[in-house]
């Protein structure tokens, strides 16, 4: 019995990686064709709206001007994006600096305010692959919040220290009743990957009170 549960455990790990393992390279396919193919189109653009400032009169240069500008934004936000989607990317910046540009392009979409405190000696990790699990957790979270939570703020704090990092994310939103809210995808995958890293998980949220999210990391059990 106890051989078979064991069995069932190893089974389902395994499945939980390739899964992970299928959603990164989904990631990286679709972050390369946002940087290549929708990135050149969008420098092209740019090109031949600077090239259309010079022969328009003033009155419509004004247009065409917050049009270019418009352009050279979506460029910006595109070029960001793909990044936070491509796990090599991931890797050689690693986990504090990516979560910083995703902050930062949280802040550019004017959707929601971001905030990032990081406190403690910065620790590296020993495996990269669990820096991009854990961006994936909190890119999970930022998308419910920017979803559903109706906040103006999220905030996220980073403690390290030689042995753990512990995250704390907190939105100021509408929350929710856990009891009442059956667990979608979202949720689940966050779990999921806390679970890979043997990291402790706690998602609690009060309606009117806003979502918060915690997780202790340990550098040892990596």
């Known amino acids: 019995m106890f051989k078979q549960i064991k069995q069932k455990q190893e089974f389902e790990e395994e499945l939980i990686k390739t899964q992970q393992e299928i959603q990164e390279e989904t990631f990286k396919h679709v972050g390369r064709e946002l940087h290549d193919n929708i990135g050149q189109l969008l420098v092209y653009s740019?090109?031949?709206?600077?090239?259309?400032?010079?022969?328009?009169?003033?009155?419509?240069?004004?247009?065409v001007t917050k049009a270019s500008e418009?352009?050279?934004?979506?460029?910006?936000?595109?070029?960001?994006?793909?990044?936070?989607?491509?796990?090599?990317?991931?890797?050689?910046?690693?986990?504090?600096?990516?979560?910083?540009?995703?902050?930062q392009r949280l802040n550019k979409s004017g959707l929601i305010t971001a905030k990032l405190n990081t406190a403690g000696d910065l620790v590296e990790f020993e495996n990269n692959k669990d820096e991009v699990i854990l961006f994936r957790i909190l890119q999970e979270f930022?998308?419910?919040?920017?979803?559903?939570?109706?906040?103006?703020?999220?905030?996220?704090?980073?403690?390290?220290?030689?042995?753990?990092?512990?995250?704390?994310?907190?939105?100021?939103?509408?929350?929710?009743?856990?009891?009442?809210?059956?667990?979608?995808?979202g949720m689940t995958n966050m779990k999921k990957r806390a679970e890979m890293l043997q990291a402790e998980f706690n998602l609690k949220s009060e309606i009117g009170k806003g979502t918060e999210l915690k997780i202790f990391y340990s550098f040892r059990s990596s």
């Not at 259309?52 to 247009?63: E, G, Q």
């Not at 936000?77 to 986990?95: M, P, W, Y």
């Not at 109706?150 to 512990?166: C, G, I, M, P």
């Open 70 to 103: 418009s352009l050279k934004q979506s460029l910006e936000e595109v070029r960001a994006l793909s990044k936070s989607l491509n796990s090599d990317v991931i890797f050689n910046l690693g986990f504090n600096k990516s979560l910083h540009n995703e902050i």
């Open 46 to 63: 740019t090109m031949q709206m600077n090239s259309a400032l010079k022969s328009v009169d003033d009155i419509t240069k004004s247009k």
């Open 142 to 185: 930022f998308s419910n919040t920017l979803k559903y939570s109706e906040a103006e703020v999220l905030t996220v704090d980073l403690s390290y220290d030689n042995e753990s990092l512990v995250i704390k994310v907190t939105d100021n939103g509408v929350g929710f009743d856990k009891s009442l809210v059956e667990e979608g995808s």
